[in-house]
């Protein structure tokens, strides 16, 4: 068994993060921005804004990094490809996304719907990712 290629880690990661943020931009802001920002309000948090977006930009980049890395952890057992990719990307989307969503919603900071919407969004975001993040990872 060979060793992870940290620099093949790092571009693939570098693609999956772009992928992810781009798409919690589109998420966040003409999806289901005016609905978050309404229910922030109703309970006396401010829109999200400044720097709060920069450490999310960063956190969403190592979660680019860290699935592409599963992936390369995984994949001398499951095999290289898509589905390999997925499967990495859906570990990571459970053990983050899906929990910071349901999280929320618990805690009663947002609301069902946009729990729903931001579980579903985030899966399909996570495959995504990782099947495009993993396309440039090479072994050697």
Known sequence: MGHINITSVLKGGIVAGV????????LNVP??????????????LPPVAGD??????????LLGFMT????????PRFGAGPKTAICAGLIV?????????ITMGVLGIT???LVVLGVVWTA???MVAAAVGAYFYQEQ
Not at 31 to 43: H, I, L, W
Not at 68 to 75: E, G, K, N, Q, S
Not at 93 to 101: C, Q, V
């Open 124 to 126: 399909i975001e996570m």
């Open 93 to 101: 989307w459970a053990l983050s996304p899906l929990h910071m969503s």
């Open 19 to 26: 992928i992810m943020n781009v798409s919690e931009f589109i």
């Open 52 to 61: 709060q977006i920069a450490v999310f930009v960063v956190m969403t980049m």
């Open 31 to 44: 999806v289901a921005g005016a609905q978050m920002n309404t229910e922030f309000a109703a309970r006396n």
């Open 111 to 113: 609301s069902m719907g």
């Open 68 to 75: 592409v890395w599963l992936y390369a952890a995984i994949r």
